[in-house]
């Protein structure tokens, strides 16, 4: 069974920095595309950063020049968290298109990382 297991979420001061990452396990064949999402309270979850097996990356205009996501290995990604802001804190999820040994594709989630950035 797939799984995607975050860590390296806490609590940072603004201005500090954080580093995410993200292990997929389990049955693959190939991961597509990796990405990171996030959703504070009372709002909707958001893309932060992707990237693909080929390493095309793509940011949030508001992680831009701050936030930098890279894939460690074929089943690992991280997230480079730079300059943090209070506005950054959230609840960080690892997604990933994955596809299965055996065949067939599917979108998968992470459990979820929190990140709190104080002022």
């Known amino acids: 069974q797939v799984q995607l297991v975050e860590s390296g979420g806490g609590l940072v001061q603004a201005g500090g920095s954080l580093r995410l990452s993200c292990v997929a396990s389990g049955g693959i064949f190939s991961i597509r595309r990796m990405g990171w999402y996030r959703q504070a309270p009372g709002k909707q979850r958001e893309l932060v950063a992707e990237i693909t097996s080929g390493g095309i990356t793509n940011y949030a205009d508001s992680v831009k020049g701050r936030f930098s996501i890279s894939r460690d290995s074929a089943k690992t990604v991280s997230l480079q968290m730079n300059s943090l802001k209070p506005e950054d804190t959230a609840a960080y999820y690892c997604?990933?298109?994955?596809?299965?040994?055996?065949?067939?594709?599917?979108?998968?989630w992470g459990q979820g990382t929190q990140v709190t950035v104080s002022a």
């Open positions: 997604n990933g298109d994955i596809v299965r040994l055996g065949g067939g594709a599917q979108n998968y």
